[in-house]
């Protein structure tokens, strides 16, 4: 389809994009996805599950705002013929794009390949683990530019829709309002082709957490400044023109389902998890919900 295709109209009740220009990929990917850190990813055995039931692997996938996280690569590729990396910060694509040229100085990932193998029941070799890193490096065919918050998403002439796009903590952290949460998951339905499969994940307000919504937004204020400034992930945020993070958008997941279901999806799975931090002290709850679209 033409790339027109693949575009709505865009609130502009988002955060400040300033942020994601001085993201330090490096400095995120040693403190989350370092050695120890992947068995804090408790969404993991549920993408696993979810991947074994796909029964090709003549699959085309995007994952779109993944930083420079290769986990849904590391799922995926077994089951995938193409696979998109998008993310708007130059950082991130350069971590991913230096990783699959094999450069020396890149992250390096093959201890979470590991553990993801053995999550599906294999032995988790250095045999099993080199097998999928080429394999990995086989099917992610472009590492791209998108940006959510603009009219056109992917760029010019990008061929779309996808059998299956992925959406990981990105949107919770862009958008800040349900309405601009609308508007992004719609221009994600865009992209995913009929009978295709849309996964969402994002931070989730739980029933059992019984905070006001001032307390609510002093701890969403909290977390930002932790992960954006005081980590470094972006060590000019206080600098940049008065601006400063202001926090995750907390919805409850069922916000995330009804807007789903509103944008042509039945929602197949949803689940919740907390995801506790020792490195950076923080507890989370994520929320991760799987459409398939009509």
Not at 66 to 83: D, E, H, M, Q, T
Not at 236 to 253: C, P, V
Not at 273 to 286: G, L, Q
Request: charged share 30%; hydrophobic share 35%; glycine share 6%.
């Amino acid at each position: 389809p033409h790339p027109s295709e693949c575009q709505t109209k865009m609130s502009t009740d988002h955060a400040d994009k300033q942020q994601y220009d001085s993201f330090d990929a490096n400095v995120y990917l040693k403190d989350f996805c370092g050695k120890g850190k992947i068995e804090f990813y408790a969404n993991l055995p549920y993408l696993v599950e979810l991947f074994s039931q796909f029964s090709d692997s003549s699959i085309e996938m995007l994952d779109l705002g993944g930083g420079p996280s290769l986990f849904p690569l590391i799922i995926a590729a077994r089951k995938v013929s193409r696979y998109i990396h998008a993310d708007y910060a130059k950082n991130n694509r350069t971590a991913v794009e230096r990783w699959l040229k094999k450069d020396p100085d890149s992250f390096d990932w093959r201890e979470n390949v590991r553990y993801i193998l053995k999550l599906e029941g294999n032995s988790g070799t250095d045999e099993e683990v080199t097998e999928r890193e080429d394999r990995m490096r086989k099917v992610l065919g472009e590492v791209v530019h998108c940006d959510i918050l603009v009219d056109q998403v992917m760029p010019p002439g990008f061929e779309c829709p996808f059998d299956v796009v992925s959406c990981l903590s990105c949107l919770d952290c862009v958008c800040t309002s349900v309405d601009s949460l609308h508007e992004a998951i719609r221009k994600l339905s865009s992209l995913v082709r009929s009978g295709g499969y849309l996964i969402v994940q994002g931070s989730v307000v739980v029933a059992d957490h019984n905070l006001s919504e001032e307390e609510q937004k002093r701890k969403n204020e909290a977390i930002g400044e932790v992960i954006h400034t005081e980590r470094g992930y972006v060590p000019e945020a206080k600098d940049i023109g008065g601006f400063k993070y202001q926090g995750f958008l907390y919805e409850r997941i069922s916000t995330y389902v009804k807007l789903m279901e509103s944008c042509g999806f039945t929602v197949v799975k949803q689940f919740e998890y907390i995801y506790n931090d020792p490195f950076i002290k923080y507890t989370d709850s994520i929320g991760v919900v799987v459409g398939k679209k009509l």
